[in-house]
Structure formats: C-alpha cells, structure tokens
C-alpha cells in the first residue's frame, strides 16, 4: 500500500486508506490477459456496449438478376493471414442488416473472438424463410451460397466454421438453412423463431445438425405452442402457421439421434430486475458431436436477450433478458462446432 503523509490528521488518513484501498480492488477486478477473457464459461454476459474497433463495410453483389447488399464487419484484431470463421446473422422482418448489427452486439464479440460477420439485406426488407406465406420470394438459400464465394473472394474463409443465426424472420430463415445447407454451414442458432409447418413437411438435413434456438416463453409474435402467426401479420407481417418450439426442438433431437435423457439447467437470475428467468435444456450425445440446445426465456419476449439497444416498441415485443448476453452465447456454441 502505498505510504499515508505522517502530517495528515485521523480523518484524512481514513479517507485516503479507504480510496486507496478501492482503486487496489479496481485494478486486481480488471481481466488479466486476452487468454483469461477467452476461458470465460458459456453463459457469461461480457461486453455488451455497442463500441467497435473495426471496419464496417457496406458492399452488393448481384444475384438472380437482383443487386443484394450486405454489412461486413472486419474486426481491427483480425489476423487476414489466417483463415477467419464467418458468422452470418439474418435481421428480422422489417428490418435490415445496419440496423441489426446496432441492436445485438455481435461486432463487440468478433472483436474480442476474431471472426468476421456479415449481416445480408433481404429482398423488401423479409426472407423467403420456408413458410408457404414467403415462397414468391427470392432465392435466398442460393443467395447465401453466393454471399458465401462473394465474400471468401476478398478475405481468407474458414470454409469448416460458416455459421448461421437470426431473429424472428431471420429465425426462420436459418432454420431452412439447417434443412438445406448441412454440407456448408456448421452450426445454427435461431432466435425468436421455430420452423414454418411447410418447411417442417420437407426438411431433410443431409447430416446432424448442432441447434441452438432461444425463444421467449411470452414471445407476443412467435407463438410457444405453435399455430398461425396472427399477430405478426396484423402488424403487416408474412404471416404462415408454425409448429411448436418444443415439437421444432424435439425435431432436431430426433434428426440428430440424441440418446438419453436431456439435461434442463436453470441458469443464474443474473439480473432480477429484468422479469425474465432462463432455462437451458440441453442434448449432448448426439451423431457426429452434434448438440441440441434449447435456452428458454421464462417472461421474454420477441427481442435478443442481452441487446445494448432498448426496444423500441417494448409493449409489442415484450421483455429482453438481459440474464445472458444472446451474441456471446451464440458464438460460444458455435465455435465448438466444424464441418
């Protein structure tokens, strides 16, 4: 510690111990190295600011005779020797890929894990994500293939770590991307979505699929049980009818041939003021190191738990968790996973 002035009276002393004492518990609080920030356990809430040390770069290709644009996210700690992993995240209806970037804190983790991300801009603002509702849509499974060589043109891909996640209409879009893309993407994670009934009649994966979907118990627009998606379409959504999150749950489980009982964790309230709790149920011993994981947000709504950004409309999208941090989370089980 360092030395108290000897002309400082009794009161003096005991304020400057007291502040000395509290910048020593600051500095031995702050993370020691890269590395112990890299050993944090699956469920740790890290970084969850919208501050980036990066490049974004808004770029187009050309595909089906349609320009598509997209948002590359290029982190300044990225070593462009070596080959990156590549996350793709889908923005929900409406929505676009600037603007889900800002919402979810995916750059924060790329900086911090060294990926690329890029966040594609569908066709009007919506995908063609299976549902019968979407099917005059573009090509967007051929898409992605292109986005894929577009991109690994320009910088070095790790073509064994593609993966693939989404809310609500990227949701599901990613969810008909672990139907059809199996040989090309290795791990999915679906948010705020379960799989269309027209998508679930067809989906044929060629090999297991590693699935972790996080779905809100209360989701006003995705419902839980299943059914017609009313709401959404009321708001000038697509529309289309889904099957449950658990029965899309126990799909997976299935195509994937994960033996024994699941394990269901509850995770640590580790914030009590947000309403929510969660739940993770968990398969593990599944074909070819597969996974199967479903994170229930017990009170959350159709939003990404741990999001920086507030809601917008939080009265119709109902609660966001912020027990975990959604973006973490997702590439913590990614990159356990490779073609």
């Given at each position: 510690?360092?030395?108290?002035?000897?002309?400082?009276?009794?009161?003096?002393?005991?304020?400057?111990?007291?502040?000395?004492?509290?910048?020593?518990?600051?500095?031995?609080?702050?993370?020691?190295?890269?590395?112990?920030?890299?050993?944090?356990?699956?469920?740790?809430?890290?970084?969850?600011?919208?501050?980036?040390?990066g490049?974004?770069?808004?770029?187009?290709?050309?595909?089906?005779?349609?320009?598509?644009?997209?948002?590359?996210?290029?982190?300044?700690?990225?070593?462009?020797?070596?080959?990156?992993?590549?996350?793709m995240?889908?923005?929900g209806?409406?929505?676009?890929?600037?603007?889900?970037?800002?919402?979810?804190?995916?750059?924060?983790?790329?900086?911090?894990?060294?990926?690329?991300?890029?966040?594609?801009?569908?066709?009007?603002?919506?995908?063609?994500?299976?549902?019968?509702t979407?099917?005059?849509?573009?090509?967007?499974?051929?898409?992605?293939?292109?986005?894929?060589?577009?991109?690994?043109?320009?910088?070095?891909?790790?073509?064994?770590?593609?993966?693939?996640?989404?809310?609500?209409?990227?949701?599901?879009?990613?969810?008909?991307?672990?139907?059809?893309?199996?040989?090309?993407?290795?791990?999915?994670?679906?948010?705020?979505?379960t799989?269309?009934?027209?998508?679930?009649?067809?989906?044929?994966?060629?090999?297991?699929?590693?699935?972790?979907?996080?779905?809100?118990?209360?989701?006003?627009l995705?419902?839980?049980?299943?059914?017609?998606?009313?709401?959404?379409?009321?708001?000038?959504?697509?529309?289309?009818?889904?099957?449950s999150?658990?029965?899309?749950?126990?799909?997976?489980?299935?195509?994937?041939?994960?033996?024994?009982?699941?394990?269901?964790?509850?995770?640590?309230?580790?914030?009590?003021?947000?309403?929510?709790?969660?739940?993770?149920?968990?398969?593990?011993?599944?074909?070819?190191?597969?996974?199967?994981?479903?994170?229930?947000?017990?009170?959350?709504?159709?939003?990404?738990?741990?999001?920086?950004?507030?809601?917008?409309?939080?009265?119709?999208?109902?609660?966001?968790?912020?027990?975990?941090?959604?973006?973490?989370?997702?590439?913590?089980?990614?990159?356990?996973?490779?073609?």
């Amino acid at each position: 510690m360092l030395p108290i002035p000897l002309f400082a009276n009794s009161l003096t002393r005991m304020i400057l111990i007291l502040a000395i004492h509290g910048f020593a518990m600051f500095f031995a609080c702050l993370p020691v190295s890269e590395y112990a920030r890299a050993e944090q356990p699956l469920y740790m809430n890290g970084d969850q600011s919208d501050q980036v040390e990066g490049t974004q770069i808004q770029g187009q290709l050309f595909h089906d005779g349609l320009k598509r644009t997209y948002l590359l996210y290029v982190p300044a700690t990225l070593d462009q020797s070596k080959a990156a992993p590549l996350v793709m995240v889908f923005h929900g209806g409406f929505g676009s890929g600037s603007r889900i970037a800002r919402h979810i804190g995916m750059n924060r983790v790329a900086d911090r894990e060294k990926f690329l991300v890029v966040y594609p801009d569908g066709v009007d603002s919506h995908w063609n994500d299976g549902r019968s509702t979407t099917a005059s849509g573009a090509d967007d499974v051929s898409f992605v293939l292109a986005l894929i060589k577009h991109i690994s043109a320009e910088y070095r891909i790790d073509q064994k770590r593609l993966y693939a996640t989404g809310i609500s209409n990227g949701g599901y879009l990613t969810q008909r991307l672990a139907c059809e893309l199996t040989d090309k993407i290795a791990a999915f994670a679906p948010v705020s979505s379960t799989m269309p009934v027209a998508l679930h009649a067809s989906c044929r994966p060629t090999k297991p699929v590693s699935m972790l979907m996080i779905n809100g118990k209360d989701d006003p627009l995705v419902p839980w049980n299943g059914g017609e998606l009313t709401s959404g379409k009321r708001m000038g959504g697509k529309g289309g009818v889904v099957i449950s999150v658990p029965e899309t749950f126990e799909f997976w489980r299935a195509h994937d041939g994960c033996s024994g009982e699941g394990v269901v964790t509850a995770l640590p309230d580790t914030d009590p003021d947000d309403g929510t709790r969660v739940d993770e149920s968990r398969y593990a011993d599944c074909k070819l190191g597969s996974e199967v994981i479903l994170l229930t947000i017990e009170g959350g709504g159709h939003t990404w738990p741990g999001s920086p950004e507030k809601p917008r409309m939080k009265k119709r999208t109902g609660r966001t968790s912020y027990d975990i941090n959604a973006s973490q989370v997702i590439w913590n089980f990614f990159k356990q996973h490779h073609l």
